[in-house]
T-cell receptor, first 113, second 111 residues
Framework: NAGVTQTPKFQVLKTGQSMTLQCAQD?????MYWYRQDPGMGLRLIYY???????DKGEVPNGYNVSRLNKREFSLRLESAAPSQTSVYFC????????????FGPGTRLTVT | GQSLEQPSEVTAVEGAIVQINCTYQ??????LSWYQQHDGGAPTFLSY????GLEETGRFSSFLSRSDSYGYLLLQELQMKDSASYFC????????????FGAGTQVVVTP
């Protein structure tokens, strides 16, 4: 049982490049999340998916797109990366059984130059 | 607007007790959670309060007062491994499944 996995762990992009961050969970959770964390700050919600085929914007969705490919996978895409998107990105999932506990992946450390 | 306020840093010695306060102002609320994050690591769940009162989980306890929009996390018998950032998070903001996190409190435990 791997929990929540994210790839890649580290990435450096040039301004204007695109990339997709991958996230998968093997806990059969319906809800999945993408957050970003900047130095000295808390987690800010980018997008949320309550179930396969549904997504909803969070606090900071601009510049990002998401895809809930199936129940296991939730990807985050940066179409044209900007230096302001330099951050650590965390994916999380949540069981419906306990509505409050989120399980986080190890994070992707992204630098945009 | 929506906000969660918590102190930025707390320092204490091993064996001491630390209380991290969290006040919130959000459009929706169904519970207050607490997470721990060590440097470079993923946040891990510690505790949750949906109703007023104290919840105890080993050395950690969490308290909620919904009428005051206030909660706290109590860390007892501090150990060096408790040096980490601690985040409060409100569930149910905007819609049922969404969460909003505070900026975090850095706890520094000294010998």
């Amino acid at each position: 049982n791997a929990g929540v996995t994210q790839t890649p762990k580290f990435q450096v992009l040039k301004t204007g490049q695109s990339m997709t961050l991958q996230c998968a969970q093997d806990m059969n959770h319906n809800s999945m999340y993408w957050y970003r964390q900047d130095p000295g700050m808390g987690l800010r919600l980018i997008y949320y998916s309550a179930s396969e085929g549904t997504t909803d914007k969070g606090e900071v969705p601009n510049g990002y797109n998401v895809s809930r490919l199936n129940k296991r996978e939730f990807s985050l895409r940066l179409e044209s990366a900007a230096p302001s998107q330099t951050s650590v990105y965390f994916c999380a999932s949540r069981t419906d059984r306990t509505a409050y506990e989120q399980y986080f992946g190890p994070g992707t450390r992204l630098t945009v130059t | 607007g929506q906000s969660l306020e918590q102190p930025s840093e707390v320092t204490a010695v091993e064996g001491a007790i630390v209380q991290i306060n969290c006040t919130y102002q959000t459009s929706g609320f169904y519970g207050l959670s607490w997470y721990q994050q060590h440097d470079g690591g993923a946040p891990t769940f510690l505790s949750y309060n949906a109703l007023d009162g104290l919840e105890e989980t080993g050395r950690f306890s969490s308290f909620l007062s919904r009428s005051d929009s206030y909660g706290y996390l109590l860390l007892q018998e501090l150990q060096m491994k408790d040096s980490a950032s601690y985040f409060c998070a409100v569930g149910g903001t905007d819609s049922w499944g969404k969460f909003q996190f505070g900026a975090g409190t850095q706890v520094v435990v000294t010998p």
